[in-house]
């Protein structure tokens, strides 16, 4: 041993002395706390700090190193910590999001059926009307050919027959309109329930990806014990 490496061999001694009470207190007190408590991280992170400059400045490579795996160890445990709040925060946000949507799509599907519902029986309503009006004009120019010649009075109710078909033809491409735009509102609710399970997936995800970090801290701890 060199006469200048003595210094820093009592320095070194003297550092452990006064270190010792802030180890009873890690082992005590801090190692109680939770692993991802705040205090307990920022105790470990300040002696890991103290460790790493006082190892450093007396040339001690051992208090370095473990100043050194504090630090490392707080700052992992801090960002698992992190990512758990953060997957919480998301999955609460998207369970929410799941939640508005869902009521949502169940009002959009229930104002879609009513107004499927009232469409039909309004179509149906004018249709009703509409073939009781072509009736009556069939009949009123049935019996207004009647009048006239026989022969005038056939072409008049075949042109006639004619329009009430048309009028029905309408009629019925109506009600497949009315039914057809039901039908686009009820699939475009859907569409939003989908959306809405699709966040909810998403926020399992990143849920899963903090638990196998945390998982996998918890494994490393185990190998180092």
Do not use: W
């Not at 009592?10 to 408590?37: C, K, M, S």
Request: charged share 35%.
């Amino acid at each position: 041993m060199k006469i200048t490496d003595v210094p820093f061999a009592v320095l070194r001694f003297q550092y452990q002395i006064a270190r010792f009470p802030l180890q009873v207190i890690e082992e005590r007190v801090v190692a109680r706390l939770d692993d991802e408590a705040p205090a307990r991280l920022m105790y470990e992170r300040s002696l890991g700090m103290l460790d790493l400059a006082v190892g450093n400045a007396l040339c001690a490579p051992e208090v370095e190193q473990r100043g050194a795996a504090l630090i490392e160890r707080s700052e992992a445990l801090r960002r698992a910590a992190q990512l758990d709040a953060t997957a919480e925060t998301v999955r609460e946000a998207a369970d929410a999001d799941l939640e508005s949507t869902r009521e949502q799509a169940a009002r959009d599907q229930q104002q879609a059926e009513q107004d499927r519902q009232r469409e039909i029986k309004e179509a149906r309503q004018t249709a009703s009307e509409r073939k009781q009006n072509a009736a009556q004009n069939a009949q009123k120019r049935a019996a207004d050919a009647k009048e006239h010649a026989d022969q005038v009075a056939a072409q008049r109710v075949k042109a006639a027959e004619t329009a009430r078909r048309q009028e029905e033809a309408v009629i019925k491409a109506t009600e497949k309109s009315v039914e057809k735009i039901a039908q686009t509102k009820l699939d475009d609710a859907a569409d939003k329930a989908g959306a809405a399970a699709a966040k909810r997936s998403q926020a399992d995800r990143i849920e899963d990806l903090a638990q196998t970090e945390k998982e996998k801290r918890q494994q490393e701890r185990a190998a180092k014990n």
